[in-house]
Each structure stands twice: as structure tokens, then as C-alpha cells.
């Protein structure tokens, strides 16, 4: 009797804290400072004024998903109410002024008008955490927060991070307002409904907190240096990975959680399995499978498309049609017939949509179009995807399974159609070693041709709408509102691709650094697409900049030292040189480097350095060159810039706190991209921006030298 009173007193105090809790969220739903009008109006996409685009639009621009067109294989950030008639999503938007990002759970219809609403606003942002030499990096990347609908499609589950903390977070569809289920100290990493709807299943990682622990442990009598020290990062040890993860059940109308059942488990591997595949997979009503494999034991071999056959047994489809870089696959709901997205043309830069029968004759392309479509999720005969092309931000689309149809359902950013931005035409080129690359050349609005323009070449994918290159720090059409041509440029593949017996990452970087074959083959692309922009007539030669981040950053670097084409450069990473792979980048990266072909420490090897670091050609690496760096980051690029600036060179560096590879924070994102504008047009265009706060900047670099046009600066 004790026992059994003891349990109804816990099970009563469960409920009222979780009933305080439910009243404590409410507060919640009301819009964060700053973040009004975060789901577009009926009259936002009225007819206004046209105006040139500035940095801010591009900033302010509300986010579905990943923002990089080029994120093909990820989880769809999209979904589907069980009846097929409503969608749910993480709506994002950068906030300068407050350093963070307005976000909410938003519904829309899929049959009649759309009806955007707003279900549940608040939260943070959950950026991307890889394991990377067996250490987990936080890369900076916003994460994919996908929306659970639950079975009877009266409610929705997601992942919301409060106070640093990623917990389960349940919204009742019908206007009920959300509330936290969990309160985990560590994150919740994924989660789903259990198959009747009565828990939502949830993963974490509690072994993180032991491991922190230990770590502080350890730094009592000293942290041995070993693979777990990452410098730049930091002089402790990070934390290893990937963590082993405990799967948890919590019942929405108590909150109460615990352990997940066996048949919950099979439920949620099952789902995870389907999610995570590293390449396509579908499942037909009747279990009958299709999926994609490679064709051969070579990494880049081509991708082939399997089915099971009427007999159980695999079967190939023989097409062309068949074979290269599929990015979905499903079955129509009678499990007949199978429809897949692949990507092809020229590089790879379109998309084709087939219908297949297996077994009754050749795919059947539906339809071909170089927009991006992304997270592609079945919703009755159709699919809902994200959609977007060069000169269109993200959107909502329809694509209909029977005619390959495109249909515009949500569009998150209507104002932007007010926005100038110019003439874009696509280039396509083959580099030195016969490999296909394109770009998207952009024009300033208006540009009549007769005055021969500042060249910007931005790096180093150019799928999608095009906002700042890869990494986001390069505006595009900002810069062309400013004067400049832009060549957004979509590097070609690897050259380890084409060659033989390549089966490991580690086989890819030997033959990517024998003769630095890789680093030579970029340049050859970037120098053609800037001779094909050149070609066009409108480009003044002697006033081309260039920019990265990452391996953009690297075929940045190597073009100052190996080619005189470009007068002035911006770099969001930095750099390769001895003592920074020796040392600052850790034992674990110091040994990859050594294995893939860099020399060991103490080698001075300077036949191996002489085409590829920056800080052994400091004194011959002379064009104007703005570094701006993670603070994570920044202890690798440090060689580099102390050899340029004891050269007397023009560089100038800026370190931005609390950063990854690809910076997250708002109010740092807009002061990269002001500060690139600047910089070129001072150094392209003698221009300088009349501010008084900027008055100290253009005097730095008047002092470096003043203007490579030969024109005092405006």
C-alpha cells in the first residue's frame, strides 16, 4: 500500500509540474522582440516600388532549411500531415540588431490558399555538429529541424533549443499553443511519435557530460597531448565522437518520460535508417524496395538504380538514364511505378524528374529544369520540395507525379520581388584537364555595356539562389548593385574522380596533392570562366577580385601566388603552411596531411611549399588581401599574415568571436558582407563609404598603399 501510494503521489506530482510547465510555455508564443512579421502577410508581395538590393535584404531573408542550394542528400526540412492536406516547417530569419534569429513552427495548406500560420514561435538556432578525425566540430551550419506530425495529425513534435539545450517541444495544430516536454540536460538529438501516438520517442547523449567531466578531471594533474588537441580550437582536449545515443520515451499528456520499449526501438531505427542513408532509398506500401548503389568499389563511381524484381531478386535498371547522381527516389502509391530526381547536363548543373515502370522499358524524363529542388517529400500525388534558382530565394514548390509540373505553393520572402537585381546569364567552360565547370555571371542592374566593369569572382558552388558563395560572406547581388560584374563560380570534380583504382578519402588526397593536381585543376577553371567573363567585353582585366571561404579560400590563395590575374582578394579561411599543419591544427590532421603527401615537421621542403603557401611567398604575394577569420579558426591563418604584414604587404585581418568554419551569428554575417563590399570597391573602384564610424578603416588601407587603379579613392 505504501509502495502503491508512493507511485500515485509521484505520478501527481509529475502532473503538476508538467501543468505548471504548460503554463509556464505559453508566455512563449508571444513574437520575440524583433521578429514581427516573421510569416509574410496577404500584401507583402503587393506591388511596391523597385529598389536596388542591399546587404540587409540579402540578410533578412526568411529561411526553409539548409541555405546553400548545393546541400543535395540531407533530411527534408519539410513535413506532411498524414491526410496529405498540410505541411509544417522551421521558419528562419536573421536578426541583425539583437545577434540572433527570429524562428517558428509554421503551417500551410496544400490544396486552395496556402494560409500560412504561425503555430509556435521562439527558439534558438541548432547548428550542424560532425565528427571529424574522431572529434565532434560544431561546423557553425545551421542544422535541419524537421517537424514530426503525430499519427492522428492533430499535433506536431520538434526539436526547439531553449538556454543552449535542445529539448522535445509538442504543438497542438488546432491553435493549442506549444509546450516543452523535456527538460534534458543534454540535447535532444532526434526524435518521432511511437506508432499509436501516445509518446514521443527521443534520442540523447548522456555520456557527453561524463566525458567533460572527465576531461576536467584529467586537466587536475595535466591533459596528455594526443589526437584529442585541435590548437586552433583551443589548448584542451575536445570531445570525441560520435557519442553513443539512449532512446527515450516522453508521454505528452504527463510529461513523464522513460525508457523506450524494444518494438518503439525497431519503430525508431527503422525511420533513422530511411533518413540517414547515404544515398536514396524508397519503400513501396507493399515493402517492395528501391535504392541506389555504386557500380563499382571505386568511390566516385556513378550511382545505379536497383529494385526488387517480381521474384524478390534484385534489378538493375540498364538505362543511362539509370546511372549518375540520384538525389530521390519514390513510388507512386500503388508501388507500380517509380518516379526519381537525378542530377545532369552539363557539370551536373540541372535536374531531371523520370517516371519508371521497372520492367517495361526505358525512364521517361517528365521534366528538366535548372532549379534546385531540395528535401522533396511525398504529399498525395505530389511531392513538396524546396525550390530555387539563381535569381529566386528558397520557396515551397508542388511537383506533380503525373506531368513533372512545377507549382509555386509558398513563397516565404514575397518583398524581394521588389528588389533590382540585375542581368545573370550561365557560362560553361572546360578547364586544362578537359573537366566541366560553369558560372553564373551577374551584370548590375541596368548596365547598358558601355563602361567596362570590376570583375568579383565568388566561390565555389553556384547551385540555387545565389547569396554570398559557399560559406554565405560574398553578397552577390549586392555587389552588383554597387558597381561590380560578379562570376559566381561552380567548380569542377575532383581529379581524383576520373582517375583509377580511388577507393578511400585517403587515396582521393594523395592524388589530389601529387603535384597539387587539384589545386592546379581549379585554377585552370577559375582562370577560363574569368577569360570567358572577360570575353563577354564588358570586364576590365585589370580590376578582377576574388574571394572564398574554405576550399574556395585555398583555390584563392593559390591563385595570388601562381597567377597575376587578380588585383585584390578576400578570404574567410586561412591557411595551409608548415608550421600550421606541423602544429596548430593537431597531431590527428598533422598525420593525415603527412599521409595524403605534406611533408613531416622539420622538412623545410620548399620545392613541395613554393606553389602553395602563402607565408613562404609572403614577399612576392602582393595584391591587397582581407582576411576575415573564426575565432576558432584564426590561430591557422596567423603564419601567413604575420609573414604578409612583415613584408610590408596590404593585408589586414579581423577575428570574430564565438565562430565556426562557417559563421553563424547575425550581426557578424552582416558585418562580413559590408565589410567586402568595402574593401573592393575601394581597391577596384576608389570608393569609400562617407560614414564617419569608417573613417579610421580607409585610412588603415590608404596607408597600404592607397588605390591599384592609380586613382585617389572618392
Known sequence: MVASGTSRRERTRDLLLFLVACLLAGGSREVVAGCAGLVPSATDGAERPSRPITAEDLLALRDIGQPDGAMFGQPSPLAVSPDGRQAAFILTRADPDTNSYCRALVAISLDGPSNPRLLDPGGELITNVVTIRGLRIDSGFPAIVTPVWSPDGRRIAYLRREKGVSQVRQVDVDGGGGVTLTRSLADVVDLAWNSTGSHILFTTQ????????????????????????????????????PAQTVLSAVEPSSGKVRPATGSERGEFDARTRLRSSATPVAVAADGRRAWTERSTDRLFAPLKLMVDGPDGRAMACSSAACSGGFTGLWWTADGSELRFLRREGWANGMLGFYRWRPGQGEPERLMQTAD???????????????????????????????????????????????????????????????????????????????????????????????????????????????GFAVLSLHQPDFVAAFLPDIRTVDDVLRANTRDWAERRSLLSSL?????????????????????????????????????????????????????????????????QMRASGFPPPGDDAPDF?????????ARTVDRPLLMQLADSEALIGLESFTALKEAGQPVELYIFPDERHV??????????????????????????????????QYRRWRLMGGSRTGRAPD
Not at 591533459?223 to 570525441?240: A, E, I, K, M, N
Not at 567586402?676 to 564610424?693: C, G, H, S, T, Y
Open 372 to 482: 534546385v529542388l531540395l528535401g522533396c517529400t511525398p504529399a498525395g500525388p505530389r511531392l513538396l520540395c524546396t525550390s530555387e534558382n539563381s535569381v529566386t530565394p528558397r520557396h515551397l514548390a508542388l511537383l506533380d507525379f503525373a506531368t513533372g509540373q512545377l507549382s509555386t505553393r509558398f513563397d516565404p520572402n514575397p518583398e524581394f520581388r521588389a528588389l533590382r537585381l540585375g542581368k545573370v546569364s550561365r557560362i560553361a567552360w572546360r578547364n586544362n584537364r578537359g573537366l566541366e565547370a560553369w558560372g553564373d555571371f551577374v551584370l548590375p542592374p541596368g548596365h547598358d555595356g558601355r563602361v567596362r566593369l570590376p570583375l568579383i569572382v565568388v566561390q565555389y558552388t553556384s547551385l540555387g539562389f545565389l547569396r554570398g558563395g559557399t560559406g554565405d560572406e560574398y553578397p552577390v547581388y549586392p555587389l552588383a548593385a554597387q
Open 206 to 241: 548522456p555520456d557527453l557530460e561524463a566525458v567533460r567531466q572527465k576531461i576536467a578531471g584529467e586537466g587536475r594533474t595535466g591533459w596528455l597531448y594526443d589526437d584529442r588537441f585541435v590548437p586552433t580550437y583551443g589548448l584542451r582536449p575536445q570531445l570525441s565522437g
Open 527 to 591: 582562370e577560363t570562366g574569368v577569360d570567358r567573363a572577360i570575353a563577354t567585353g564588358v570586364i576590365d582585366p585589370q580590376r578582377i577580385g576574388l574571394t572564398g571561404l574554405s576550399d574556395g579560400a585555398t583555390t584563392a590563395r593559390f591563385a595570388l601566388i601562381n597567377s597575376n590575374r587578380f588585383a585584390a582578394a578576400s578570404i574567410s579561411s586561412c591557411c595551409l603552411d608548415p608550421q600550421t599543419v606541423a602544429i596548430y591544427t593537431g597531431p590527428a590532421f598533422a598525420r
Open 663 to 696: 559563421k553563424w551569428q547575425p550581426a557578424h554575417r552582416l558585418a562580413i558582407y559590408r565589410r567586402n563590399i568595402d574593401w573592393f570597391r575601394f581597391w577596384l573602384q576608389d570608393k569609400v563609404d562617407p560614414e564617419p564610424a569608417k573613417a579610421e
Open 609 to 617: 611549399w613554393a606553389p602553395f603557401s602563402l607565408a613562404r611567398n
